[in-house]
Nanobody, 130 residues
Framework: QVQLVESGGGLVQAGSSLRLSCAAP????????MGWFRQAPGKEREFVSA????????YYTSSVKGRFTISRDNAAATVSLQMNSLKPEDTAVYYC???????????????????????WGQGTQVTVSS
């Protein structure tokens, strides 16, 4: 079992910024590919961003590209999502997720489907007012 703890959510006005963080166990963190998803009320969970195990590959859903930045610190065992120019449609519960990978495989892959991930955090609420 991998326990993830998200933080950094809150209530902000449109145009503001927030930084979400997700802490994972240090042991084996460097073997995890990581992702962020979100779920708005009445909607299905959707992919937001992903980062490869080695941090060299990232991917964003089109609606956040250019506004959000995903990063990871393998020494601190954290992954972050910097969210700028927030819009009301970004309002959702944000979840981080872990994909366990084979340490002997390429570390350059990211994953965009929820079913690709093995463990999930409890979520953090982001509310953007207009």
């Amino acid at each position: 079992q991998v326990q993830l703890v998200e933080s950094g959510g809150g209530l902000v006005q449109a145009g503001s910024s927030l930084r979400l963080s997700c802490a994972a166990p240090r042991r084996a963190f460097s073997t995890y590919a990581m992702g962020w998803f979100r779920q708005a009320p009445g909607k299905e969970r959707e992919f937001v961003s992903a980062i490869s195990r080695n941090g060299e590959s990232t991917y964003y859903t089109s609606s956040v590209k250019g506004r959000f930045t995903i990063s990871r610190d393998n020494a601190a065992a954290t992954v972050s999502l910097q969210m700028n120019s927030l819009k009301p449609e970004d309002t959702a519960v944000y979840y981080c997720a872990v994909r366990m990978t084979d340490p002997f495989s390429s570390g350059n892959f990211y994953y965009t489907r929820g079913t690709d991930y093995n463990y999930w955090g409890q979520g953090t609420q982001v509310t953007v007012s207009s």
